[in-house]
Nanobody
């Protein structure tokens, strides 16, 4: 079993910053891609950013230049530094990992989400 624990969400004023963290624990062999997704009120879940094990990153156009994703492979942790936040960034942010299980099966896991609210 694998658990993802997210932290760092909260209420911030427009223009402010937040740093989200997501730590994975449990029966982990190797984590391939780690990422953040978000789901705003009345919207579908969407990609924010992903990072490969080697450090290659991918960002949604809506956050490019304002958001930085990083990871610590030794701690099985992924971070999302968000700057210049806008009210439209208000969402529940979900951590996602793609990993190889001890049975050598490729699986995806999701965190429970952390709420980010940006006030205008």
């Amino acid at each position: 079993q694998v658990q993802l624990v997210e932290s760092g969400g909260g209420l911030v004023q427009a223009g402010g910053s937040l740093r989200l963290s997501c730590a994975a624990s449990g029966r982990i062999v190797s984590i391939n891609v780690m990422g953040w997704y978000r789901q705003g009120p009345g919207k579908q879940r969407e990609l924010v950013a992903t990072i490969s094990r080697s450090g290659s990153t991918n960002y949604a156009d809506s956050v490019k230049g304002r958001v930085t994703i990083s990871r610590d492979n030794a701690k099985n942790t992924v971070y999302l530094q968000m700057n210049s936040l806008k009210p439209e960034d208000t969402s529940v942010y979900y951590c996602n990992i793609n990993m190889v299980t001890p049975d050598f099966v490729n699986k995806n896991y999701w965190g429970k989400g952390t709420l980010v609210t940006v006030s205008s």
